[in-house]
Nanobody, 127 residues
């Protein structure tokens, strides 16, 4: 059984920074693509960023490009989301997820390609 536990969320002023962490259980963490998604109140869940199993390839949503960076430490079974220049519209619950085995890279933005999810961590950006 895979468990994903996010941490690092909180309240931050617009323009500030936060780093989210997602700790994963299981021995095969470094075999899988990992992703971050977010869901704001009254809105659908949306893709934020994904990182390949090796960590060499990343993809970031246009809405956060240049401000958010995804990374991973396979030795620690942890994936990170560094968020900077935060805006009020970044307010949401942020969830990390593990992709299904051998997911095509062109589909890493599709939440249907992820089979394990964390509970999420709240990020609130105030003006």
């Amino acid at each position: 059984q895979v468990q994903l536990v996010e941490s690092g969320g909180g309240l931050v002023q617009a323009g500030g920074s936060l780093r989210l962490s997602c700790a994963a259980s299981g021995r095969t963490f470094n075999d899988y693509v990992m992703g971050w998604f977010r869901q704001a109140p009254g809105k659908e869940r949306e893709f934020v960023a994904a990182i390949s199993a090796s960590g060499r390839i990343t993809r970031t949503a246009d809405s956060v490009k240049g401000r958010f960076t995804i990374s991973r430490d396979n030795a620690k079974n942890t994936v990170y989301l560094q968020m900077s220049s935060l805006k009020r519209e970044d307010t949401a619950v942020y969830l990390c997820a593990r992709a299904k085995s051998h997911v095509p890279w062109e589909r890493v933005g599709d939440q249907g390609e992820y089979d394990y999810w964390g509970q999420g961590t709240q990020v609130t950006v105030s003006s």
